[in-house]
């Protein structure tokens, strides 16, 4: 069914392999970039590396259930869960793949960039991750921080401003306008018309 390519070989057997931009160790079932690790099924890891043996060959769902799951008897979903699985954490998507193209009514291609790895190199003698690699890793949460830190500020610079008032300005020395009404006198001094000023 594998028209003469190399078996998938078991996971203890397998070399680190650098796709994209993901670092990839089969025999520790783990994918790393820029400092995050994702831990991959047993299943999903050998999907990934069949794939990455067979790059830009459309493989058929029957092949790839084949050779991932030899000799058991499987669901119609097991093979679409695992590449939804292989796409969530590697960060592909369907619609915009980088990794593993659907080809319509035909399977899958991988399309995704493969460096072999170097003769001999497994995860377990794979160099540690130089200084430039962390302080790289680091650099979103100093951005993520220092923006953090930076709204704070604004937010209390803009509480500690003096708000405009949306009225004219009032007279020094009067709280409010008003209206002093003062008792009237009679000047006619006719007592009968004192009833005009009460």
Known sequence: MNDGQIPLQPASARSVLQ?????????????????????????????????AQRPGQVLSREELEQAIWAGTVV????????????????????????????????????????????????SSTAPAATPAVRAKSKRPLFFAVFATALVTVAAVIWQLMPSTPDTKPVLPGIAKPSIVVLP??????????EYFSD
């Open 75 to 122: 669901g119609y979903d097991a093979l679409t869960s695992a590449i939804i699985k292989l796409r969530k954490a590697l960060g592909d998507s369907r619609r915009n793949p980088w990794l593993i193209e659907t080809v319509a009514k035909k399977g899958y291609r991988f399309i995704a960039t493969v460096t072999p790895p170097e003769l001999g190199q497994s």
């Open 19 to 51: 796709i994209g931009e993901w670092r990839i160790e089969p025999d520790l079932g783990r994918a790393t970039h820029n400092g995050e690790t994702v831990k991959l099924e047993p299943k999903v890891m050998d999907l990934l590396v069949y794939f």
């Open 184 to 193: 009237f006198a009679n000047s006619n001094r006719d007592p009968g018309q």
